[in-house]
């Protein structure tokens, strides 16, 4: 069969040349043996020699035909296995050829990426060393030098400014440089990055960027994320940086920014958005602290009036959650509402016949801190003659206030509430043995080895091991230290500890008497 | 007796043939031609240059080994040998072959009756 040119082509690319050649003379060489033999036979028998010899080739047929016949044979399965190995190294060339394209296209992106964070480093140093440096300095523009970094990195033209750190005279910022920047940010998160930038200004130039841009962010989510780096950079501004998300069209990012709004104002903005105006117009142009010790004064009085229900979802509303966001910020809210006579309200709550009024203003209580000996006395060493008589939450609100006090005369009484805690309560051991590490006093330890040295259920060793000794001593927990271990512990270890503890007596706790 | 005419070898008995000349040891293929037109009086024709393919064929299906040694008249020949896989396909054939012959034996031994002698 004629091949075609290509297949041809084809034929001899993957066929080995030297194989080929080698086979085909071994086969050549046998059947010239053949026609040899056959001619002289027929020579010998009387034939002259070119007659013989064209006999010989006759009997024998197409020479050329059998030899390409014997070929195909013989490397049929080589060529077979040869064309599927060249197939799959072709196949392993360009795969090879695609992991190598991959692996540079992504070196380079990492190249990129590595640049990009070294340029924003660069920019980072440089704004605050000129923050450090020249302070308030300016440039003719009147506007801050370091504000103009941060226009340039989002103006195109800011490759021909040189390296980082060269600095040159530019326009006062550009608000939208800095709004384009933010509609392109990919993924959004980066969009952080930028508002982590813009809070490294000044507080007055960032608030006039976002003033001028923030409500055309395309994207609300980004509009949402970006006020938070501002409101923890500049706290004094936080109030003015978050009205512009109480300000938006979008329902999302004003209950956002109201509900962080709240925590400042004391005012539940999430239950009456249509009080924000009115209370914005009153607070808008004063600074975060002067707005928190005014709202302070207001939320007092409104403690100390309201009742029942409304009472109670009041003090409920403004917890830990209000106090940590804040305390965040460096701003001392608990402080705040001491000056604003929480106290004396709170004196009088904390003894209300309702229960979760008192459950949540001992909860107010621990987050206020810094109430006086005489209330704490008054109201709290009653409640722990009995603390299993209490409500979880209240019994945890008071060990929190009397352990912020860190004072001898509190860790007495929380080593009372230790004492008189039932080992059928192990949430109160967990909860006392957790304020008396708070307090730091280890006086308290030889009150805790002796209630382990008198209870080892699980629980006494758990809840006063884990929440309280381990804490105090700094000895890992493993639940195999059970009373006779601490108790080795203590003869060993004792003269290791401050003055005032070496030496002391193991108490006898008798759980089955009151304590 | 006239000497028959040569015949033409018959489709698929060539292997046969080929198994059954290499069962009495190794031979180059001038001489496997050899051995079966002088066996058959002649009457066999084996074409000579068809012998080869069918050599390779039954090599690569492993029924015959070959290897170059040195001929009677003292050059190089490729000789092949019977290995047991060709042995035990020289007795499957074989096996057929009187099957066939003895079918074909009684069909001419029978002829239906009225038929000419």
Known sequence: MRLTAPAAWLRWTLEPAAELAAVEEDIRRELEFHLRSSEELLIAGGMPAAEASAEARRRFGDFDSVLADCRRIRLQRRIMIQRVNTFLLGLLVVAVAFFLMEAWSSRAEHRQAVADLESRLDRIGTLLSEKQDAGDRRDDTGAPVASRRLAETGDDSRGADGPAGQQRALPAPDPEAVLRRFNAAWPLSSALEIAKELASLSGADALRIMQAIHARIENAEVREMVLEPLVRAHPELALRFLHLGASDASEAVRAAALARISDFALFDFAKDPAAYPAWWARHGGLSTSEVMSSCAAEFATRVGTLQGPALVELLARFQWRTFGSTRQLGLDLGGMLRGAGIGNVLDRLVQSPDGDVRKHAWGLVAQVGGLDEAFLRRNAAPLLRAPDELPHEVATAVYTALAAQRSPWACDLLQDAMLATAPTHPASYFAVATALAKAGDPRAIPRMIGMIAADDSPETIYGIGWFGLTKLTGVPYDESHDGKWWLDWWEKNQDRLPAEVRGQPIPKVDLRKPR | ?117
Request: hydrophobic fraction near 40%.
């Open chain 2, 1 to 117: 007796m006239a000497k028959p005419s040569r015949a033409a070898l018959l489709q698929g008995t060539l292997d046969l043939l080929v198994l059954r000349t290499l069962s009495g040891g190794p031979l180059h293929g001038y001489a496997i031609a050899r051995h079966i037109l002088a066996s058959s009086d002649d009457v066999l024709l084996v074409e000579e240059g068809s012998l080869y393919p069918a050599l390779y064929r039954m090599e690569g299906r492993g029924w015959i080994r070959s290897e170059w040694g040195t001929s009677e008249n003292g050059r190089r020949a490729k000789y092949y040998r019977l290995t047991p896989k060709g042995r035990a396909r020289l007795r499957a054939e074989l096996g057929a072959w009187q099957l066939v012959q003895k079918a074909i034996q009684q069909v001419l031994d029978h002829p239906p009756e009225g038929a000419p002698a």
